[in-house]
Structure formats: C-alpha cells, structure tokens
C-alpha cells in the first residue's frame, strides 16, 4: 500500500499532490516536463523535505509532518533508478548487483539468481559498465535496486535516455517485473506509450497538481489526458481476454465489451489478458450494419457522449457493452449521420491500426519468496574473485 500526500514550494513552483495505491502495482506519474513528477519521488524518497504531508507505505510511516516523523533517506527501504543508470564503473556487472544486497541485513525477499534470471543479466556479469549498452546497464541498475530488498521502487523516466530499439529491449523486463514481483512501484514518464503497457494506476499531473488519476482504461477517456497527449495520440483503453488464437492467420480473437477484435496473436494464448488503445482517428462509425467491406473488425454499440474537440471536429464515445470507444468525426459527418446521444452505431476498426497499440495487461501476481537456506552461485562467485569464500 502506498499512501502519498505533500506539499512543497520550490521558488514560483507550488506541489499539492495525493495518491493513494492499495496494493503492488505500478503508479504512474504522467504529465509534461515541469509538472512535479521528479520532485514528488524525491521527496517520497527522502532526497528533498516536503513543506507538508505524509509518506506511508504499508504500515510504516516515513514522513509525516503532523507528527514529526522525517526517516532518514538510507533507512526508508526504497530502490530508486535514475534515468542514467549511475553504475560504479570500477566493478563489473556482480559487484555492482551486490553492492547492495551485502550490505542488507534481515530476511531476503528476492534473490541475486531470481534478479539475473529476471532481468537476462547472466551473459553480462563479467563486464564493466563501459562494456554495456543503454538497456543493458539500465537493466543492471533495476538489478541492484530490487537487491537492496526494498519495499518501493521509484523509476525516474528510465527509458528517457535509450532510443527506440533499446526502449522497446527494455519495456518487457519491466513488465516481467511488475508481474512477477510484489514490490510496487512509482513510475515517472512523459511518454503516454510506457503508462499504457505498464500502468496499473495513472496520476496526470500539471503544474504540480493532480487533475485526474485512476485505472489506464477509465484515465484514457478524460479531457485532462487529451490536454497533455493532443489530438493525435487521443485514444480509448481497452482491456480483455484472447478468446481464441488462430495460428494460420496469426491473429487472436480478442473479447471487449460485447464484441470481438482480432488482433495479431505474437506468440500469445487464450486466456492471456490484452489492453488496447484504439486512437479516435482510426476508427469508423457506421449508423447501419456494415456490408461489403475489408474490415474484419467491427463492435456494435450506443452513442453515449459527444463534445467540441477542435475546430471542424468531434468526439464521440461510444459504448460497446461495457467498454467505451472515441472516435473522431467531422462536424460535416456528425450532420450528415444525425449523430445523437442514444443513436445505435457500429464501430469499425481496421486491424492494421491495431499494430503498435496491442500490450499485455497485469496478469495475476506472483509473491516472489527466495528464502536464503544459502547464497547463489553466482554470489558465490563473488566472493571468490574478491577473495572473500573459499569452497
């Protein structure tokens, strides 16, 4: 449970936030450069003091100015990862992993062969940091944060700094840990892609405000979104399970609302759940059902909501048993269909818009539990090349 309220004033910049996550899972901080997002983890770390608040995870309280209660930074049990990795570059990748966990007293809730199994670490361990790429020594830094036992991490825009084909290396080890491991975690990004494959809760920030939080599918409907993300990148969030995959066209048959997508399968099974964004400018309404055409997905629905979106254009939402779509129209369009509220309509999706815009959702949790009956090979190793074991 993460429990978050501060306040600080920084110059002309004012910060009044709260959020509140009830169990493991991924809060993300969203919004433009300048909002508060780094400052609200530094200050939940410890690396900054708040004016007012309260800090609380699970049970344990680290700031509460109320109460006079401020724990020291290095006693809070939280990994933080910078958006450089900032890895000793004197040591190789196993010293750098281990440079926290010999120093953790108590009882082990991750262990160095689960970490290195996690993050694909084993073909790296003999390397200096000189000797990796971006991905890699970010992966190397996650490492040493999840060996230091917290009960937090906080990501600061790790992936900020790789380009594209080192974000996308990355993207999935961080999915394998949100899944995996029971440790939540404070995720700050500007890029709206990153929430939506990893996000269990959105925070949208703007001048060091909250104007909107909440789950990705109900956060992706609101106006504040759509004010930091633009018209393009606009977009309703999808959540549902494959129904059925067919190997020969390589497509799954994905259930939402009371429809179907068919969406490209990638090696996925049924049962495995999928969240999709369907961007309002790719979708098509109809107001009879659809004949005659090349695309294979269409949802049926009610007209539930429309509204200005710019100049000549509008929005309409658009729910299809249970999930809601946006779809972008022009003014002229909107007349000519007599859109209204209440109006039946078919929604049709090209799959070929889908590509891109098709990510795992949070599977069930694992508790990762690696009682320590004895230290890793890999420790092991370690300690034989700082001469500290010996069989």
């Known amino acids: 449970m993460i429990d978050i309220r501060l306040k600080k004033r920084r110059g002309e910049f004012a910060l009044d936030v709260a959020f509140h996550l009830a169990g493991p899972g991924v809060v993300a901080l969203f919004g433009r450069s300048g909002c508060g997002k780094t400052t609200i983890i530094d200050l939940i770390a410890g690396l900054l003091a708040p004016d007012e608040g309260t800090v609380r995870l699970d049970e344990a309280v680290l700031y509460d100015a109320s109460r006079a209660i401020d724990v020291p930074a290095e006693r809070r049990r939280i990994g933080y990862v910078f958006q450089d990795s900032r890895l000793f570059p004197h040591m190789s990748v196993l ?3 281990c440079y926290g966990e010999v120093r953790t007293p108590g009882t082990q809730h991750v262990g160095l062969d689960e970490v ?7 073909p790296l361990l003999g390397r200096r940091p000189h000797q990796l790429s971006g991905g890699e020594r970010q992966r190397v830094a996650l490492g040493r944060a999840l060996l230091s036992h917290p009960r937090l991490l906080l990501l600061d825009e790790p992936l900020a700094s790789l380009d594209l084909a080192r974000r996308e290396e990355l993207l ?4 394998r840990l949100r899944d995996r491991l029971s440790i939540p975690i404070v995720y700050v990004s500007h890029q709206f892609e990153e929430v939506l494959r990893l996000a269990t809760h959105v925070v949208l920030l703007q001048r060091g405000a909250v104007v909107a939080q909440g789950d990705v599918v109900s956060v992706s409907l609101t106006p504040e979104l759509r004010a930091i993300v633009g018209s ?4 309703a969030v999808l959540e549902g399970d494959i129904e059925s995959v067919d190997t020969d066209s390589g497509l799954a048959r994905l259930r939402v609302g009371s429809g179907t997508l068919n969406v ?12 999709v964004q369907l961007l309002a400018r790719d979708l098509i309404l109809a107001v009879e059902p659809p004949r005659g055409l090349s695309v294979r997905n269409c949802l049926e629905g009610k007209l539930v909501r429309m509204y200005r979106e710019e100049a000549g254009a509008e929005l309409v939402e658009v729910d299809v048993g249970g999930a809601t779509v946006m779809a972008k129209v022009t003014a002229s369009a909107r007349a000519e269909l007599d859109l209204a509220v209440g109006r039946h309509l078919w929604v049709l999706v090209k799959s070929v818009a889908l590509r891109g815009h098709v990510y795992p959702a949070v599977s069930p949790r694992h508790v990762a539990s690696s009682p320590e009956p004895e230290r890793s090979s890999a420790l092991r190793s370690l ?9």
Not at 172 to 175: D, I, K, Q, R, V
């Open 95 to 97: 010293r750098n992993l």
């Open 116 to 122: 290195v199994g996690l993050l694909g670490l084993a």
């Open 172 to 175: 999935p080890y961080l999915e």
């Open 383 to 391: 300690a034989r090349e700082i001469g500290a074991w010996s069989p």
């Open 232 to 235: 393009e990148a606009l977009g």
């Open 264 to 275: 490209e399968a990638d090696a996925l099974v049924a049962g495995r759940r999928l969240r």
